[in-house]
């Protein structure tokens, strides 16, 4: 057990938690609050709403896939999210990991799911925090203003509930389903992670990336004028 957490704590190549801008942006962050949960949540909705939520910027490298390049671009899917998240605990000293799940997910581009040819969502990467004496689950994938553009009621966390996706959106439609879950690592297992994509997501891998916000606001504008 002492070993487990002294990994959750660790700088690693992928969660760089010793990088100066990511320790800037979590002192930045936490500022103020008075306990480990509270930093935690702070955090998170820093982490969820300061980063925006684009698949498209999928980059299955170690620098691809780090704490500091998520927090220099300003968007990333949602594993560099989690590992940002996690990167930020481990500044303030509290124990995170990385978990993973395959999720069934019903929203999404009509492009995207053309480009993953199937509605799964393999290792789908959240961030597992150890609050008050227990590991407690936050996702930060999707900011507020792309739930908002979804109609999904944007997933808080408390720093106490664990917080993973609504099985519904804001109209009653079915959203997301965890299907499988992987368990949860000190790092993020990007061997696995970069076998399961190029299997599965081959001709999303070789796309030409796009700006997966301006796609939606295209794809609703001609789901609103019928074309």
């Given at each position: 057990?002492?070993n487990e957490f002294i990994e959750a704590l660790k700088p690693t190549p992928i969660i760089d938690s010793d990088d100066p801008h990511v320790i800037a942006f979590t002192h930045r962050s936490a500022k103020g609050a008075v306990d480990d949960k509270a930093r935690a949540v702070r955090l998170y909705y820093a982490v969820r ?179």
């Amino acid at each position: 057990m002492e070993n487990e957490f002294i990994e959750a704590l660790k700088p690693t190549p992928i969660i760089d938690s010793d990088d100066p801008h990511v320790i800037a942006f979590t002192h930045r962050s936490a500022k103020g609050a008075v306990d480990d949960k509270a930093r935690a949540v702070r955090l998170y909705y820093a982490v969820r709403d300061g980063i925006r939520y684009d698949p498209y910027t999928v980059d299955l490298t170690i620098a691809g896939m780090r704490a500091s390049t998520t927090l220099s671009a300003g968007r990333a899917w949602c594993v560099p999210k989690a590992v940002l998240l996690a990167a930020c605990c481990r500044v303030l000293g509290i124990p995170a990991r990385l978990g993973y799940a395959d999720v069934r997910n019903h929203l999404a581009t009509e492009r995207l799911k053309r480009l993953m040819n199937t509605d799964v969502f393999y290792w789908h990467g959240y961030t597992d925090i150890f609050i008050d004496g227990r590991w407690v689950k936050a996702t930060p994938a999707f900011n507020i203003e792309l739930c908002h553009r979804f109609q999904l009621k944007p997933l808080e966390f408390d720093g106490s509930a664990d917080s993973l996706f609504h099985p519904f959106d804001m109209t009653g439609q079915l959203h997301m389903e965890y299907i499988r879950y992987h368990g949860t690592f000190a790092d993020a297992p990007l061997d696995r992670i970069k076998a399961s994509f190029e299997k599965y997501y081959g001709l999303l891998l070789a796309e030409e990336p796009v700006d997966f916000e301006r796609e939606i606001v295209a794809e609703q504008s001609r789901q609103g004028s019928g074309q």
